[in-house]
């Protein structure tokens, strides 16, 4: 009789090891599922990092922001100021960045041009905040937001 309780007993946990074992194989199944569509994914991306580092410009490619930015400006007849604050190294997953902070008095229509011309030139920016009042015989405005680069 101890016998069969002994053996009811071993064969319960050799029952129990078997199915941990199968679920084992089964979750690293799904994992090596899952890696396989990540790897054929990345494989399908490749061709287009070189463009995205076409798009994006260096941190050096940067230097010249300011002055782009000043030229801008003065094309659309505006006061222009600028800081420029915390910078951001790229990584695997995102690009860098560079946070700054411009200040600008015009007309209306003058910034709002600024604006446009400054979002559709070559730098990809992130306006995060504008703030926008009038002042005397015309309005100023502080803008923050970042500048991405590789």
């Known amino acids: 009789m101890s016998l069969t309780i002994w053996l009811s007993g071993d064969l319960s946990r050799r029952a129990e090891r078997i199915q941990n074992k199968k679920n084992e194989i089964a979750s690293r199944s799904e994992k090596l599922g899952a890696l396989a569509i990540l790897k054929s994914d990345f494989e399908s991306a490749k061709p287009y990092f070189s463009i ?12 010249r922001l300011p002055r782009e930015f000043e030229d801008l400006a003065k094309a ?3 006061n222009f100021g600028a800081n420029f604050g915390e910078e951001l190294a790229s990584s695997e997953f995102a690009p860098g960045s560079i946070g700054f902070n411009f200040s600008i008095t015009g007309s209306y229509d003058r910034i709002t041009s600024f604006i446009k011309s400054a979002e559709s030139g070559r730098y990809i920016l992130d306006f995060g905040t504008f703030d926008i009042s009038e002042s005397g015989d015309g309005f100023k405005g502080a803008l923050l937001g970042k500048v991405f680069s590789q």
């Open 52 to 63: 995205l580092d076409n798009i994006l410009p260096t941190k050096d490619q940067l230097i």
């Open 76 to 78: 659309n007849k505006i």
